[in-house]
């Protein structure tokens, strides 16, 4: 399962919230060793099958949530 995949299904298992900052993760026990969270607007730049995520910086805090459109 891939990171995506991963936050994906917590999301809908109700582990973690639909807009999230990387605690949150912690907190439900996904591990992000490499930082895809906070890489990932560097990382996934082509198709927008892959940029699944939109992030936000709201008072110096990095939150994301999915692009409804492409995660139903």
Do not use: C, H, W
Request: charged fraction near 25%; hydrophobic fraction near 40%.
């Amino acid at each position: 399962m891939t990171f995506i995949e991963e936050l994906r299904s917590a999301i809908r298992s109700g582990r973690v919230p639909p807009i999230f900052k990387p605690s949150d993760l912690t907190a439900a026990n996904i591990a992000d060793p490499n930082a895809n969270l906070s890489n990932y607007d560097k990382k996934n730049s082509g198709s927008l099958n892959k940029k699944v995520l939109v992030s936000r910086d709201i008072g110096g805090e990095a939150f994301y949530t999915f692009d409804a459109q492409i995660f139903d």
